[in-house]
């Protein structure tokens, strides 16, 4: 026995073993537990100012706590203060307060003190996988919001103070049969060129929402999208899903694109879209104070997934009504995926305008 305990000591092995026990007994000891009380449930329905919405969510001490950038859909700002690991939430109104992740509190910007007063919260912000999770019902409440939990604890009903103030622009007025075109993602020198020759020859105007990066790349090709005519609308600088950003990075991801955009055609534009249609209602605040409108769509080619222009044809035929804006691309990729946009187009204008569609830019239909 004691020969084998001797020649144990002495093999690599023994330490191998030795580390694997430390790593797990620290494991145990500080990984925080998330069951019971304390867990991660899959559903929880969410209706703010009558819009559906799910989110995860952790019941903690009695209390539903979401991912802090959900709070974004209320239209209170939401940003991350690395130095005090705090969640920092805003509204128009300069209220203020930052949630340390951890702690059963939170701070309060007193604005006429200079001073940060501290407020005890019923349950601890928590980092669930890296993502802070915070006690929704206290902290909205705060900013003056009315919230109602449903009997089965599974559905929160919001209202917030910005009901109807900040809404996303779908397609213009129905009296008309006019219709715009526009096209996302770009400029590039592969699709840009050919869409900007058919709209020449057909002697239509459309309607570009570019990326900042892209415009980087290819100021030259914006260049030629002003000077035949076209209207230019904000992308964001590199595509991002906005739901997912902190409010800080929204502002910074416009304001550069914008400065680039002026910048390179010596004129700003008054138009954005939000990358894959997704925008919260505190992006829409932001949106509001730089004097920007949100464009969405009413017809989506889904051309960007390598729609034939069979395929295009038919869904635009089947959602186009007067007032129609028609979201496509004009991105490059190995794939060439928009192949069938290209062919599609011609075909598109010689169809709707046979129709009686009169083809405008996305401003005019405002």
């Known amino acids: 026995m004691k020969k084998t305990v001797q020649s144990l000591f002495k093999s690599n092995n023994f330490f191998i073993y030795l580390a694997c026990f430390l790593l797990c007994f620290l494991f145990v000891l500080f990984i925080p537990k998330v069951n019971g009380e304390e867990s991660m449930l899959a559903n929880l329905n969410v209706t703010i100012d009558k819009q559906s919405f799910q989110t995860s969510y952790i019941k903690k001490d009695g209390h539903i706590l979401v991912p802090a950038l959900f709070l974004k859909h209320s239209g209170v700002f939401v940003d991350w203060e690395e130095l005090h690991h705090s969640v920092l939430i805003s509204s128009q109104k300069e209220q203020k307060i930052a949630l340390p992740i951890g702690e059963k509190y939170y701070y309060e910007l007193n604005p006429k ?6 407020v005890d919260l019923p349950a601890t912000s928590t980092d669930y996988e890296g993502s802070p999770y915070i006690p929704i019902v206290p902290i909205l409440e705060k900013f ?3 919230i109602k939990l449903d009997s089965d604890e599974k559905t929160l009903n919001i209202k917030t103070p910005y009901e109807n103030d900040y809404q996303s622009f779908y397609k213009g007025s129905t009296n008309q049969k006019r219709v715009a075109l526009t096209f996302d993602d770009g400029p590039e020198n592969h699709y840009t060129p050919e869409i900007l020759r058919i709209l020449k020859d057909k002697k ?4 570009f929402f570019v990326v900042g990066s892209q415009v980087e790349k290819h100021p030259e090709m914006l260049r030629q999208i002003a000077r035949e005519g076209h209207t230019i609308g904000n992308h964001t600088w590199d595509h991002p899903n906005l739901i997912k950003k902190w409010s800080r990075e929204v502002k910074e991801e416009i304001i550069k694109t914008q400065n680039m955009i002026t910048d390179t055609v010596g004129s700003h534009s008054s138009l954005f879209r939000a990358p894959y249609g997704s925008i919260t209602k505190a992006d829409l605040i932001t949106l509001h104070e730089l004097g920007l409108h949100n464009i969405l769509w009413s017809v989506d080619t889904l ?5 034939s222009a069979k395929e295009i044809l038919s869904v635009v035929h089947k959602q186009i009504s007067p007032g129609g804006i028609i979201l496509q691309h004009n991105f490059q990729s190995e794939e060439h995926l928009l192949d069938g946009t290209i062919e599609a187009l011609p075909k598109i204008i010689d169809d709707l305008q046979k129709q009686g569609y009169t083809f405008v830019t996305v401003d005019d239909l405002m």
């Open 113 to 118: 003190e200079d001073f940060w007063n501290r």
């Open 303 to 307: 051309d960007w997934s390598g729609h």
């Open 144 to 146: 003056g919001m009315e």
């Open 204 to 207: 239509i105007s459309a309607t």
